[in-house]
């Protein structure tokens, strides 16, 4: 099973910036990562799906968020990032780290604890 641990989380104010972090562990053989995602939840809404990076390396952006978030990843560290400027206080959720993957070829997904961020007006 893939373990994620995110960070980076916290306090800012509009127009700020923050970077989280998500470290995947127990990618062990046999298991292959196929995509990462950052979804967030705010209170009293839905999961909402935030950004994606394939195995290919390529993004995409939920449209409330094109133009200010970034996506990466450094696989030697199996760590994926989303670098967030100028954050608005809608941004204010508990953003999660999400992995689909494939265990012997099967299709497994893995979520993060989550961390907290928030916007302040």
């Known amino acids: 099973q893939v373990q994620l641990v995110e960070s980076g989380g916290g306090l800012v104010q509009a127009g700020g910036s923050l970077r989280l972090s998500c470290a995947a562990s127990?990618?062990?053989?046999?298991?292959?990562?196929?995509?990462m995602g950052w979804y967030r939840q705010a209170p009293g809404k839905q999961r909402e799906l935030v950004a994606t990076?394939?195995?290919?390396?390529?993004?995409d952006y939920a449209d409330s968020v094109k133009g200010r978030f970034t996506m990466s990843r450094d696989i030697p560290k199996n760590t994926v990032y989303l670098q967030m400027n100028n954050l608005k206080p809608g941004d204010t959720a508990v953003y999660y780290c999400?992995?689909?993957?494939?265990?012997?070829?099967?299709?497994?997904?893995?979520w993060g604890q989550g961390t907290q961020v928030t916007v302040s007006s």
């Open positions: 127990g990618i062990i053989f046999g298991i292959e990562i196929n995509a």
């Open positions: 990076i394939t195995r290919s390396g390529s993004t």
């Open positions: 999400n992995a689909q993957f494939s265990h012997w070829g099967r299709p497994r997904d893995s």
